[in-house]
């Protein structure tokens, strides 16, 4: 893995003439060490590369990050699921930033589709986390407005920490006593059947919550951003063509002008591109 993004005209420099800065010298915009090298990179290095914004002089608020993937001609899925549209460097990426977060935040759909587990606890990150304040593993928080889960599968009965289940105040009661005997904390983020995201945020956060990812599927994330409360997206480009009528990574309403966001860095590992950009 190499950084493409930002570059600076040292690096570029050294780049093109095969060599390496001194040892010690101060290479602007690499925060990590060594990171211009196509090489395979630390946790560690993948840790800084993707850290949460520090909090700001009011203290911590909600940011919420969404991590998805791509095809070249636009496909977020193949065949219904996105591994196959993935790669080694991506799932590595893909853990670091479940390892960054307090809650990974996710919709019913992709939770059926992509048999979502519980959460591990990493060990390479055990000491990053405790330092953050932040349990062994981050919480799954599931954006549901009928409940049609299944609550005996692991991510309700075995999670190292309760899974949480956002829904509207207008949600069945007998499915939120279901979801509440499998052992999971409902969170009302809505006043009708539905979720608000932007009361889903807020919800979250007052849960202690402010690390937010977000893992889709497409029509969440579309709901996210035309509520605009997507702080961040971190967009993996797989070199793939599918065709096909597959997914975009967001759906649903359109916004009435579209939201800019800046590149704040770019990765690439064997034609795959790692973007992160944040709100402008």
Same mark, same amino acid.
Do not use: K
């Given at each position: ?21 001194? *040892? ?13 090298? +196509? ?69 019913? %759909? ?13 060990? +390479? ?12 593993? *981050? ?33 069945? *009661? %007998? ?42 599927? *497409? ?11 997507? +702080? ?12 096909? +009528? ?10 009435a002008v579209p939201h800019r966001f800046t590149l704040s860095c770019l990765l690439e590992e064997d034609g795959f591109l790692f973007s992160r950009y944040r709100r402008a």
């Amino acid at each position: 893995m190499r950084r493409l993004f930002p570059v600076t005209d040292e690096t570029a420099a050294h780049a093109t003439a095969g060599t390496r800065p001194a *040892p010690g010298a101060q290479v602007p915009g690499a925060e990590v060490p060594g990171a211009h090298e +196509d090489r395979e990179w630390t946790l560690a290095e993948l840790a800084a590369a993707y850290a949460y914004p520090e909090p700001g002089t009011e203290g911590a608020g909600p940011w919420l990050r969404a991590n998805m993937v791509s095809t070249l001609d636009g496909a977020a899925q193949h065949d219904g699921r996105s591994q196959p549209i993935s790669s080694a460097a991506d799932m590595r990426i893909f853990g670091t930033l479940r390892a960054l977060a307090d809650v990974v935040v996710v919709g019913a %759909e992709t939770v059926r589709r992509e048999g979502y587990r519980p959460a591990r606890a990493r060990e +390479d990150f055990t000491a990053l986390r405790e330092s953050a304040g932040q349990g062994p593993a *981050p919480a799954i928080a599931v954006v549901t407005a009928s409940l049609d889960l299944d609550f005996s599968l692991p991510l309700f009965t075995s999670p190292l920490v309760p899974t949480l289940v956002l829904t509207g105040a207008a949600a069945p *009661p %007998e499915r939120v006593a279901a979801a509440e005997r499998a052992g999971a904390r409902v969170l009302t983020a809505g006043d009708g059947a539905g979720v608000d995201p932007a009361r889903a945020v807020r919800a979250l956060a007052d849960a202690g919550h402010t690390r937010l990812l977000t893992e889709g599927g *497409p029509r969440l994330l579309g709901q996210m951003v035309a509520a605009d409360v997507l +702080d961040e997206l971190c967009l993996t480009v797989s070199p793939m063509l599918t065709a096909g +009528d597959a997914q975009r990574i967001a759906g649903g309403p359109t916004v009435a002008v579209p939201h800019r966001f800046t590149l704040s860095c770019l990765l690439e590992e064997d034609g795959f591109l790692f973007s992160r950009y944040r709100r402008a």
